[in-house]
């Protein structure tokens, strides 16, 4: 071989060992997000720091793939400060309000739970570690087919779901120490006030769906008396109404 030669073999060798390599770095290029990473900081940065202290809430927003409740486009999306689109002009709530609004409900692990709003599942999910049972309402049935599978597929057993109207609760499960409301109605709904136990906890938007909505921590005291108060101004959907159960 001539030395005219040499820089040419060279080339083609270095060539040839980044073809070789060329797998493992379009791979790692591709990798999965790390949804974890993600998690905690959506814990660190969007509720821990907006005054959301409860451990075990803080817990279960950490541990609970909100990816997986979401559509797949909308994944990227995930963990990020504000509502996602999920079909059926519905929308999974921005984490930081799941995070408050179960942790002015203040879950215990002997509690039964009612939500009223299913959506995609996520709220039911974060409740389950915290609660004995979760009962869930949602009037689209596809968004309940949906979260029902994805909340099986995921291990969760201890959430029942209906499809039905969430203005008239869930009577033959009753009385519930806690009920969060995902959608707004202009009031809050008489049933649901019935079917809370003394000592219980009712979370829930009110106001017109065009203006402000309010927030409302309300409270049941051992004696049935009714204590509310607004805790921030809110945007959600409207609480829409149904008939019959399925």
């Not at 409740?69 to 921005?94: C, K, M, N, W």
């Not at 806690?178 to 106001?207: C, E, F, S």
Request: charged letters at 25%.
């Amino acid at each position: 071989m001539s030395p005219a030669t040499l820089p040419r073999r060279r080339a083609l060798l270095v060539c040839t060992a980044a073809l070789l390599m060329w797998p493992s770095l379009s791979s790692r290029s591709a990798a999965a997000p790390d949804y974890a990473a993600a998690r905690e900081r959506m814990v660190r940065e969007q509720i821990a720091s907006r005054g959301v202290r409860d451990s075990r809430v803080l817990e279960s927003m950490r541990t609970t793939a909100r990816h997986l409740f979401v559509p797949e486009e909308q994944r990227p999306h995930a963990y990020r400060d504000y509502p996602l689109p999920i079909g059926e002009g519905q929308t999974i709530s921005q984490p930081y309000m799941v995070a408050l609004m179960t942790e002015l409900a203040r879950p215990q692990p002997g509690d039964r739970a009612l939500e009223i709003g299913t959506g995609s599942g996520y709220q039911a999910a974060v409740l389950a570690p915290l609660v004995e049972h979760v009962y869930t309402i949602e009037l689209e049935p596809r968004l309940a087919e949906t979260a029902e599978k994805t909340l099986r597929e995921l291990g969760y057993e201890n959430v029942a779901i209906r499809v039905g109207d969430g203005y008239q609760g869930w009577p033959e499960a009753a009385p519930f120490d806690l009920i969060i409301v995902t959608a707004a109605p202009d009031h809050t709904p008489q049933p649901l006030l019935d079917q809370l136990k003394p000592g219980g906890r009712l979370v829930i938007p009110v106001g017109p769906t065009h203006a402000v909505q309010h927030l409302r921590l309300i409270e049941k005291d051992d004696d049935g008396q009714i204590r509310s108060r607004n805790v921030t101004p809110v945007r959600f959907v409207p609480l829409r109404r149904g008939s019959g159960w399925r």
